[in-house]
């Protein structure tokens, strides 16, 4: 069960850096966020009542919040990556420390000991990550995109690990106090400079974008439940996966050799995690 729900958090946030990704490239990025977290805040609050809460304490809303603030960083340095046109620097530099950052963390101070297929599958999943998320460079600048994408995976980072220490009595309420601590973090970039909404057609999708991360971080914070934090983040960190394979099917990209065995990669990682 709990390597379903990571992976159906994948899923989701594949999905939701697709439809973010597209809008950041119509849009100005920050009121992308904004948008977006408000989406997910929305979602989380209906999907609040679902999921039954003992007592709720301080300290899990407090976690939820720290989650949220890595979220808001996270993904308004991801979007922003993303809105420069260096979506083959951003998105695997995001993902694959992303992933590294939260394994490292979970051995080391959360005193997680995976066993030897488990570690197999986390050393193949990284650079099929890195594979499979790369596109054709440009010729545009790496070192901001670079700075972006590593700041964006230290959020992400942040967003697992203090989500997975809220208590299971929570409930979903982890994720709205983490909404609301994401609006707040992107809230400071929507002044600097003064916020420009984006057509309503491209408000909505980013909203949706962010109601699809939300539901992600809800399947991740059940994933963790019923599995190891370092093994829930690694394949919920798999979603790069996705919007690889919907750029094939829905903008008929060319499937390039590199990204053809990062995903065989990934697949294989998958198969070592979910039979641990």
Do not use: K, N
């Not at 979602?43 to 679902?50: F, G, R, Y």
């Not at 909404?179 to 057509?199: D, E, G, K, N, Y």
Request: hydrophobic share 60%; with cysteine.
């Amino acid at each position: 069960m709990g390597a379903l729900l990571a992976l159906a958090s994948a899923v989701c946030y594949g999905l939701s850096d697709f439809v973010g990704g597209l809008v950041s490239r119509r849009a100005p990025f920050a009121a992308v966020a904004l948008i977006g977290q408000a989406g997910g805040l929305l979602l989380a609050l209906l999907v609040t009542p679902i999921l039954p809460a003992g007592a709720v304490t301080a300290a899990d809303l407090g976690w939820g919040a720290l989650s949220g603030v890595g979220t808001g960083a996270g993904m308004a340095f991801l979007f922003r990556g993303l809105a420069r046109g260096a979506m083959s620097v951003v998105v695997p530099t995001s993902a694959v420390a992303g992933v590294a950052l939260p394994v490292l963390a979970g051995v080391a101070f959360l005193g997680e000991h995976p066993p030897l297929r488990t570690w197999l599958g986390i050393l193949i999943a990284v650079p099929a990550l890195w594979m499979a998320s790369r596109t054709r460079t440009t010729a545009e600048s790496a070192a901001g995109p670079a700075v972006d994408g590593l700041i964006a995976s230290v959020g992400i980072a942040v967003q697992y690990l203090a989500l997975a220490q809220a208590e299971p009595a929570a409930g979903a309420w982890p994720v709205v106090a983490g909404r609301v601590a994401a609006i707040l973090t992107v809230l400071p970039w929507t002044t600097f400079p003064r916020l420009r909404l984006p057509a309503p057609r491209l408000a909505l999708s980013a909203a949706l974008s962010g109601a699809a991360a939300a539901l992600a971080l809800l399947c991740y914070l059940l994933a963790t439940r019923h599995q190891l934090v370092v093994i829930a983040v690694v394949l919920s960190s798999l979603y790069p996966v996705l919007p690889v394979l919907l750029g094939i099917i829905v903008l008929r990209e060319r499937l390039r050799t590199a990204q053809a065995c990062g995903l065989l990669a990934a697949a294989a990682a998958i198969a070592l995690l979910t039979t641990t």
